[in-house]
């Protein structure tokens, strides 16, 4: 594991954390390609890719985080994988309306997708639909939860 230069023993805990994990994320991904691709089952070939997806981005967001970590502690001059969050840009008051907008619309989503759960409930134990609207719903809830990081912090900065 490569280790960090001018790092304080926190830093390099997580450092070591971060990359480790990113090779069991790298582990697993392999798994689910294969599964993906070469399962007899085309519904778990299917259910499987769509993990792999998830698991790509597992994938580069630790790598995010630990390249991050090093440009922080390394004082590097070049943008981080992932930005500061500094003031949210040079209109705030902008990103802070957007950002109510969508959140709006995030949340009708969350309850059409509620409703269309019930209506596919029927066919819970025959299908995959529901279970695909239901994840859909985890992802609204996902989406939410930036929306609302973002308007807690561009209300701050509009201030
Ligand atoms: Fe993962
Ligand atoms: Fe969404």
Do not use: C, Q
């Not at 582990?27 to 790509?56: K, P």
């Not at 943008?79 to 902008?94: E, K, L, Q, R």
């Not at 809830?141 to 900065?157: N, S």
């Amino acid at each position: 594991m490569s280790k960090l230069a001018g790092a304080s023993t926190w830093e390099e805990s997580l450092y070591e954390h971060l990359t480790s994990h990113e090779l069991t994320e790298g582990a697993m991904l392999v798994e689910y390609r294969d599964a993906a691709t070469t399962s007899s089952s085309s519904a778990f070939r299917y259910l499987s890719a769509l993990i792999m997806e998830d698991e790509i981005r597992h994938h580069k967001v630790f790598r995010d985080l630990a390249s991050a970590l090093k440009n922080d502690v390394e004082l590097d001059p070049e943008a981080p994988a992932i930005p500061h969050m500094g003031t949210w840009g040079d209109d705030a008051a902008a990103v802070l309306t957007l950002t109510e907008a969508l959140l709006e619309r995030e949340r009708e989503d969350a309850k059409e997708l509620k409703e269309l759960t019930s209506e596919l409930k029927s066919l819970k134990d025959e299908s995959l639909w529901p279970l695909l609207v239901r994840l859909m719903e985890m992802d609204t809830a996902k989406h939410i939860e930036i929306l609302k990081f973002v308007r807690r912090h561009a209300r701050r900065a509009v201030k």
